[in-house]
């Protein structure tokens, strides 16, 4: 081919920075940039890693675009500007048209999701996502309105025919894209609006990809789209609306009270969690209250992907789960996020159900616009504790392999409480991409609370109930101290907090009301 591509986008068009290079996948890269964040004394963000890291992989794609163009023997050139802004695209074209020659074909492919329900969208959400696609189209007609233009091709969505939850501006720009095509198609050229399922990448991330799968919408493979997409522009039938990809099922739309609900599978097996070998009853694998914590986070997101999880709350063990086909066939499970409230946020009702629907574990899930602010590492006043004379893992009341032995050092107890240093669950290297809620130092913080138990009770205990898991950041690459506060001892059970702080100062996460009971046959040391 020896067409000529002129490409606009947002983006600025950088190189890496130097801490990025070589690293390849999001996960490895939100770590290198919060590595050289805390090393350079400051204090990044969750969002702000993400915003970075999704700027780096934008750059990535644009250059790899341009090299494909030009593998094909075509041209192509990028310029970053906003297409809903009519200067700054008039100023583009202008610049393609000096050094190519007249526009003779458009494909309009920008767009924003900023999902909300219209009770909880802002005008200035909806104007953001609106004006991108109908603003942007606006632009391109006036700046193109005296170029011979043969072909327009305009990726609308299939949000625009059946609607979406949460997508009511995004579902009204798409129908605008649609009959605008309609239109133009009536003085001649070959217009094509077409009606896009959900693509494998690009604003579809793991969590709305589980959304989609619990709609009956299947994902397009970019291969798959990009064949797609050729063969409708090549279509001489004169179809100008088209729908590419599968419809929600109305039912997954419109569902009994409109409350959202997602079912998650999950299959545990050595290949895909190998570090459950280190966390065995009597030579059997069993998951341990953080994986759980973990999974219902998962689901909460896949739920509510336009929120971020603020906390987990009164988290319950019902009953616990031996993985019997660890080495053989694998286990199974169906993680539940259901909505029971919306507005500013939502709070979801979790459970992970094992075989038959027996529950095992519940939570309440907190969704917000964004997470609470950390409160201050020095806000508590200072616990009065002992030096540690025992036995971090004795094989009795902790019981855990290398791979579940996150605490490095007790650094001192006593009856108010007792501090650690550990490492977390990029620091143990443990297999999986975008952790939420950090499992290694949930059950470190866990194990903490049962040395502690152990030393105001005299026996070994339980973890039975947490009040809430309460995230302030991303999961710390580097080592985390720990500090457990008691808050009550009863006669076979105790009530403690836990605090992580990151090797800057700053408080990610908290372990609120965990509840640890002694083991039946303990006796209580005191009463």
């Known amino acids: ?27 490895g890269l939100k770590r290198a940039m919060m590595g050289a964040a805390t090393a350079a004394g400051q204090k990044p963000t969750p969002s702000g890693i993400g915003q970075q890291v999704a700027r780096i992989l934008a750059n990535r794609e644009i250059r790899a675009t341009l090299q494909a163009i030009e593998a094909a023997g075509g041209e192509a050139r990028y310029t970053a500007a906003d297409v809903s802004d009519p200067s700054a695209l008039g100023k583009a074209l202008d610049d393609v048209r000096a050094s190519w020659g007249p526009i003779r074909a458009v494909v309009h492919g920008a767009g924003v999701l900023a999902d909300k329900l219209i009770a909880e969208k802002t005008p200035e959400q909806f104007r953001k996502v609106y004006d991108t696609k109908v603003g942007g189209l606006r632009a391109l007609l006036a700046a193109t309105r005296h170029d011979p233009i043969v072909c327009w091709a305009m990726f609308s969505s299939v949000a625009g025919r059946c609607g979406n939850v949460g997508q009511s501006d995004y579902a009204m720009a ?15 050229a070959r217009v094509k609006s077409l009606g896009w399922g959900p693509w494998r990448g690009g604003m579809v991330n793991a969590a709305l990809e589980a959304r989609f799968a619990s709609l009956g919408v299947p994902m397009i493979p970019l291969d798959v789209g990009a064949r797609m997409f050729v063969d409708e522009l090549r279509d001489a039938s004169g179809a100008v609306e088209i729908v590419l990809g599968g419809e929600p099922k109305a039912e997954a739309l419109a569902s009994e009270g409109g409350a959202r ?38 689901a909460a997101r896949a739920a509510r992907p336009d929120l971020a999880l603020d906390a987990l709350i009164d988290v319950k063990v019902l009953r616990g789960i031996k993985l019997d086909q660890f080495e053989g066939a694998g286990d ?80 001192g107890i006593s009856k108010e409480g007792l501090s650690a240093t550990m490492r977390g669950t990029d620091a143990l290297g443990w297999s999986g991409a975008d952790w939420q809620v950090d499992p290694a130092a949930v059950d470190g913080g866990l194990q903490m609370a049962l040395l502690w138990t152990q030393h105001v009770l005299g026996g070994a205990s339980l973890p039975m109930g947490v009040g809430g898991w309460h995230v302030y950041g991303v999961p710390a690459p580097g080592p985390l101290k720990a500090v457990l506060r008691g808050s009550s001892v009863g006669r076979d059970k105790t009530v403690s907090d836990v605090s992580f702080v990151d090797s800057s100062g700053t408080v990610v996460a908290e372990l609120r009301g965990v509840v640890a009971v002694l083991r039946p046959g303990e006796q209580p040391a005191v009463a």
């Open 332 to 411: 199974w499970f169906t993680i539940v996020a259901r909505e029971v409230t919306n507005g500013r946020g939502a709070e979801l009702a979790l459970e992970v159900q094992g075989a038959g629907g027996a529950k095992h574990y519940a939570a309440t899930g907190r969704m917000r616009d964004s997470r609470d602010a950390a409160p201050s590492a020095g806000k508590s006043p200072s616990l009065k504790l002992d030096p540690w004379k025992g036995t971090i893992y004795d094989g009795r009341l902790l019981f855990h392999g290398r791979e579940f032995q996150m605490i490095d050092d007790v650094t």
């Open 1 to 27: 081919s020896k067409a000529r591509f002129a490409l606009l986008g947002r983006t600025p068009l950088d190189a890496d920075p130097p801490e990025a290079r070589g690293v390849t996948d999001e996960a």
């Open 261 to 298: 609900e997602v079912r998650v599978a999950v299959r545990t097996h050595r290949s895909s969690h190998p570090y459950l070998a280190d966390h065995t009853l009597a030579g059997v694998p069993v998951v341990p209250v953080a994986l759980a914590l973990e999974w219902m986070a998962q």
């Open 174 to 188: 798409n129908e605008v894209l649609n009959k605008v095509a309609d239109d133009l198609a009536k003085g001649g």
